[in-house]
């Protein structure tokens, strides 16, 4: 009787295990094949969007590239409203916006990430900055766009103007910036801030010297980057420097007031970007090659900023580490 | 010059030169913030217009004017069609973001780093009316050939755009997230038995949780304050959207095509300011979030 039961019981454990090992089994297949479609997902989601860049820049510059070696699209002022003609004063304003832009923002971005960086008092004031220029980061463009269009067009009589612009372009470029050169900053292995100063220099020449220098690849980097940025705003510009160039400008010209004098800050201005947004509605089969062209020309400076920005780290960083 | 100067004196001026610029930058800011509620406020105590009105009412139509000589202010379409917008465009994004952001860190670091993250900061680099021009011409063209719609404009296509523009934000920031977890964590896991699935699952994403939401939030910021992506394909027409399909206009957008129509003062300025002062509300609201998240983050760790 007692063997029988005994053997029962055996049985009926010996079952148990073995459904609990089923069990176990079944789980362990099931993590892996959950594990299995997961990565396939990600792969197919990661194909996707690589598909999708890719697509995307091929396509434009598809649609526009043949534009631009067409003869006088770089060359040559537009015409009927931008409707016929090249965007060669597009291009130019595009340029110009960008370098009065960088001149003021580059040295202001630096002055503030190094005080961030290296100087900030632990106290409100540190706070209260950075926060500032994070509030700046996170406003829409048309809204800084809108305060440039109240400040300086307006309050400050500078009307629809290249300045106007690049200082709208400046604010809305300024945040990037900063960011970037205090992050360049903050790379610099403390190791070299504590050899400065106890060589007993001052936090100041140690930044001039030292600092800036190692973080120089990354600061210039970051400069070339965010300069892409700011060529394809349109935003911020629309109220500010305007939605025109002047009919016919002069290059050669260095009387600094004539509105037609092509240097002269105080004349309106038409970037690629805005080009695009003013034309893109046009039917006429003219209009959307000029358009397509326009949006191919942005590309490719987009690009090269783009590779310049890693050519040009990678070349100062080689050239600080051969030394 | 500088080096001249006794040694202190030197610190000092740098010190000054370089908190000038923060000085100037947070001048600069106070000045928007200020100037920016200024304007958007003179409209409600300065105009007299209807603040329950100006978030409740429907009949937005700055050209007309009622009986008393006012313009239509309500702005409710424009705040739903901003919303829908932003919700449809971040829950379209979200997915895909964070999925190649886990592939990038976690399936394929390598090529994560090398390939995947530059051509994602490639789409950072396109400039929004690029984006604009292939909606108005690829995906307004798809939603006319899917859904047999008339236009195609409307808050679908937008939504479309801005998941574009919005993906390489809340991918690089996820990147960034993911990658801040500690090894450790994904080794403890894995000596566990668990999968590389359940570790992504339960540990890595998990403890990258405040740093995500972070991501998103931004994304949502950057989609929230889009303006001309957006003005190119949503139609431009300031009613209650009836529908996906249905030609509309967000804040930005109305503010884009107003905002040189009408004269520095008018009732109709004031209120296209009241607009500007929502939109830069909303992105101070979502900086708090934003602190929140990291305090909480902090707490916890």
């Given at each position: 009787?007692?063997?029988?039961?005994?053997?029962?019981?055996?049985?009926?454990?010996?079952?148990?295990?073995?459904?609990?090992?089923?069990?176990?089994?079944?789980?362990?297949?099931?993590?892996?094949?959950?594990?299995?479609?997961?990565?396939?997902?990600?792969?197919?989601?990661?194909?996707?969007?690589?598909?999708?860049?890719?697509?995307?820049?091929?396509?434009?510059?598809?649609?526009?590239?043949?534009?631009?070696?067409?003869?006088?699209?770089?060359?040559?002022?537009?015409?009927?409203?931008?409707?016929?003609?090249?965007v060669a004063y597009q291009l130019f304003d595009s340029f110009y916006m960008l370098f009065l832009t960088l001149v003021i923002s580059v040295p202001i971005s630096l002055g503030g990430a190094v005080f961030l960086v290296e100087y900030a008092p632990d106290g409100p004031i540190t706070k209260i900055a950075s926060t500032a220029i994070e509030t700046l980061s996170s406003l829409p463009s048309i809204v800084v766009g809108m305060f440039g269009f109240l400040v300086f067009s307006v309050n400050l009589g500078w009307k629809y103007s290249i300045i106007s612009g690049a200082v709208a372009l400046t604010m809305f470029n300024i945040p990037?910036?900063?960011?970037?050169?205090?992050?360049?900053?903050?790379?610099?292995?403390?190791?070299?801030?504590?050899?400065?100063?106890?060589?007993?220099?001052?936090?100041?020449?140690?930044?001039?010297?030292?600092?800036?220098?190692?973080?120089?690849?990354?600061?210039?980097?970051?400069?070339?980057l965010s300069a892409g940025r700011v060529f394809g705003e349109a935003a911020a510009l629309l109220f500010t420097s305007g939605m025109s160039s002047p009919v016919r400008l002069n290059f050669l010209s260095l009387n600094f007031s004539s509105p037609t004098c092509a240097w002269n800050v105080f004349r309106p201005g038409e970037s690629l970007a805005v080009h695009i947004y003013k034309i893109y509605g046009e039917g006429s089969p003219q209009a959307q090659e000029i358009v397509w062209g326009t949006a191919a020309l942005l590309m490719v400076c987009v690009l090269m900023f783009n590779i310049a920005a890693r050519v040009v780290g990678k070349m100062l960083a080689k050239r600080m580490t051969a030394e | 010059m500088a080096s001249h100067l006794p040694k202190r004196d030197l610190e000092k001026v740098g010190m000054g030169v370089t908190g000038a610029c923060v000085v100037l930058v947070t001048l600069v800011v106070c000045a928007l913030i200020f100037m920016v509620a200024q304007k958007g406020l003179s409209s409600f105590f300065k105009d007299g217009v209807d603040v329950v009105g100006f978030f409740t009412g429907t009949a937005w139509d700055l050209h007309n004017t009622d009986a008393n000589g006012m313009p239509f202010t309500g702005a409710l379409p424009l705040i739903v069609t901003s919303f829908a917008v932003m919700v449809l465009s971040t829950a379209i994004a979200l997915p895909i973001a964070i999925g190649s952001a886990i592939f990038a860190v976690e399936i394929q670091p390598k090529f994560g780093q090398k390939v995947f993250q530059p051509l994602i900061e490639l789409l950072v680099g396109i400039p929004s009316v690029v984006f604009g021009l292939i909606g108005f011409y690829v995906i307004?063209?798809?939603?006319?050939?899917?859904?047999?719609?008339?236009?195609?404009?409307?808050?679908?296509?937008?939504?479309?755009?801005?998941?574009?523009?919005?993906?390489?934000?809340?991918?690089?920031?996820?990147?960034?997230?993911?990658?801040?977890?500690?090894?450790?964590?994904?080794?403890?896991?894995?000596?566990?038995?668990?999968?590389?699935?359940?570790?992504?699952?339960?540990?890595?994403?998990?403890?990258?949780?405040?740093?995500?939401?972070?991501?998103?939030?931004?994304?949502?910021?950057?989609?929230?304050?889009?303006?001309?992506?957006?003005?190119?394909?949503?139609?431009?027409?300031?009613?209650?959207?009836?529908?996906?399909?249905?030609?509309?206009?967000?804040?930005?957008?109305?503010?884009?095509?107003?905002?040189?129509?009408?004269?520095?003062?008018?009732?109709?300025?004031?209120?296209?300011?009241?607009?500007?002062?929502?939109?830069?509300?909303?992105?101070?609201?979502?900086?708090?979030?934003?602190?929140?998240?990291?305090?909480?983050?902090?707490?916890?760790?």
């Amino acid at each position: 009787m007692s063997s029988i039961e005994a053997s029962q019981t055996a049985q009926a454990a010996s079952l148990q295990t073995a459904a609990a090992e089923a069990r176990r089994a079944k789980h362990i297949e099931r993590a892996g094949a959950q594990d299995r479609i997961a990565t396939f997902v990600l792969t197919a989601i990661v194909a996707f969007v690589m598909l999708l860049v890719v697509s995307m820049v091929a396509y434009i510059l598809y649609q526009g590239i043949g534009m631009l070696f067409h003869p006088g699209f770089l060359t040559e002022a537009s015409r009927a409203n931008g409707t016929q003609g090249g965007v060669a004063y597009q291009l130019f304003d595009s340029f110009y916006m960008l370098f009065l832009t960088l001149v003021i923002s580059v040295p202001i971005s630096l002055g503030g990430a190094v005080f961030l960086v290296e100087y900030a008092p632990d106290g409100p004031i540190t706070k209260i900055a950075s926060t500032a220029i994070e509030t700046l980061s996170s406003l829409p463009s048309i809204v800084v766009g809108m305060f440039g269009f109240l400040v300086f067009s307006v309050n400050l009589g500078w009307k629809y103007s290249i300045i106007s612009g690049a200082v709208a372009l400046t604010m809305f470029n300024i945040p990037i910036l900063v960011r970037v050169i205090q992050q360049a900053l903050e790379d610099v292995p403390q190791s070299q801030r504590d050899a400065c100063l106890a060589m007993g220099l001052t936090r100041w020449e140690a930044t001039i010297h030292v600092l800036i220098p190692a973080a120089m690849p990354a600061i210039v980097t970051g400069i070339v980057l965010s300069a892409g940025r700011v060529f394809g705003e349109a935003a911020a510009l629309l109220f500010t420097s305007g939605m025109s160039s002047p009919v016919r400008l002069n290059f050669l010209s260095l009387n600094f007031s004539s509105p037609t004098c092509a240097w002269n800050v105080f004349r309106p201005g038409e970037s690629l970007a805005v080009h695009i947004y003013k034309i893109y509605g046009e039917g006429s089969p003219q209009a959307q090659e000029i358009v397509w062209g326009t949006a191919a020309l942005l590309m490719v400076c987009v690009l090269m900023f783009n590779i310049a920005a890693r050519v040009v780290g990678k070349m100062l960083a080689k050239r600080m580490t051969a030394e | 010059m500088a080096s001249h100067l006794p040694k202190r004196d030197l610190e000092k001026v740098g010190m000054g030169v370089t908190g000038a610029c923060v000085v100037l930058v947070t001048l600069v800011v106070c000045a928007l913030i200020f100037m920016v509620a200024q304007k958007g406020l003179s409209s409600f105590f300065k105009d007299g217009v209807d603040v329950v009105g100006f978030f409740t009412g429907t009949a937005w139509d700055l050209h007309n004017t009622d009986a008393n000589g006012m313009p239509f202010t309500g702005a409710l379409p424009l705040i739903v069609t901003s919303f829908a917008v932003m919700v449809l465009s971040t829950a379209i994004a979200l997915p895909i973001a964070i999925g190649s952001a886990i592939f990038a860190v976690e399936i394929q670091p390598k090529f994560g780093q090398k390939v995947f993250q530059p051509l994602i900061e490639l789409l950072v680099g396109i400039p929004s009316v690029v984006f604009g021009l292939i909606g108005f011409y690829v995906i307004v063209g798809a939603m006319k050939a899917i859904f047999h719609v008339p236009t195609g404009l409307g808050i679908l296509p937008g939504s479309l755009v801005l998941a574009i523009m919005i993906l390489p934000t809340i991918t690089t920031l996820a990147i960034d997230a993911l990658r801040a977890v500690p090894d450790s964590y994904r080794q403890g896991s894995l000596a566990l038995g668990y999968t590389r699935w359940q570790t992504i699952w339960h540990v890595v994403l998990r403890s990258a949780a405040p740093s995500l939401m972070t991501a998103v939030i931004l994304g949502m910021t950057r989609a929230f304050g889009e303006t001309l992506a957006v003005r190119m394909v949503i139609g431009g027409i300031e009613t209650m959207p009836n529908g996906l399909l249905d030609a509309a206009s967000t804040i930005t957008t109305t503010l884009t095509t107003s905002m040189a129509v009408y004269a520095d003062g008018s009732v109709q300025n004031d209120v296209l300011w009241s607009l500007a002062l929502m939109l830069m509300g909303m992105s101070l609201i979502f900086i708090l979030i934003i602190h929140l998240i990291g305090k909480k983050g902090g707490d916890r760790a």
